[in-house]
């Protein structure tokens, strides 16, 4: 079955840094789903990538799909506290019926 | 607004009762899923279903039930026979087909003891 790897588990950095997460799937991708959640709540959709080398931007935050379609990296610029949280990769499953998640990144943004 | 309406928030039950958490959706969408969430172990998918009186296991089914009579409901309960009840509970749905974005509700924490 597939799995996703996220990486790091947790983070801390300072306000005004930049920083990375990474989502390594086990299988081709064939839609990688990043969400933002704050502990206690529900999930909140931030971007989602299909093709092969797709790069999308949300305000600061931009997310990135490899060539091979295995990995994806969550890059935010210049941190602020209400980027802290949780950040979670998912993608389709095989059956394209459900998706399933990495583990999370836990994000800290110290002021 | 169109969303998905989970309740309650918090739910506090003894061990060895059955319990039934609530999820509706105003989105018109077919298909509506359960995870389960513990710390540090992502989101954890329990059942989910694509079309009204259908409904499909995911990885951790054992202990859980599910009903989908109707396209804006799709209730869950918590059987006495799962031996670790105590989690978040996220309800989501999406259109059918794939590479489309599942959206969630805000949850249920269950608390059993």
């Known amino acids: 079955s597939q799995e996703l790897e996220q990486s790091p588990q947790s983070l801390i950095v300072q306000e005004g840094k930049n920083l990375t997460i990474n989502c390594t799937s086990s299988?081709?991708?064939?839609?990688l789903y990043w969400y933002k959640q704050k502990y206690g709540e529900g999930l909140i959709f931030l971007m989602m990538?299909?093709?092969?080398?797709e790069e999308k931007s949300h305000e600061k935050i931009t997310a990135k799909l490899d060539e091979k379609k295995q990995q994806s990296s969550l890059h935010i610029t210049a941190s602020q506290p209400s980027h802290a949280g949780i950040y979670l990769c998912g993608a389709d499953n095989q059956a394209g019926t459900a998706l399933i998640f990495g583990k999370g990144t836990t994000l800290s943004v110290s002021s | 607004d169109g969303g998905i309406t989970q309740s309650p928030k918090y739910l506090f039950r003894k061990e060895g009762q059955n319990v039934t958490l609530s999820c509706e959706q105003n989105?018109?969408?077919?298909?509506m899923y359960w995870y389960r969430q513990d710390p540090g172990q992502g989101l954890r998918l329990i059942y989910y279903s694509q079309i009204v009186n259908d409904f499909q296991k995911g990885d951790i089914a054992e202990g859980y039930s599910v009903s989908r009579e109707k396209k804006e409901s799709f209730p869950l309960t918590v059987t006495s026979a799962q031996k670790n009840p105590t989690a978040f509970y996220l309800c989501a749905s999406r259109t059918r087909g794939t590479t489309v974005e599942q959206y969630f509700g805000p949850g249920t924490r269950l608390t059993v003891t």
């Open positions: 990538l299909q093709k092969g080398g």
């Open positions: 989105l018109n969408h077919d298909a």
């Open positions: 299988k081709t991708l064939y839609g």
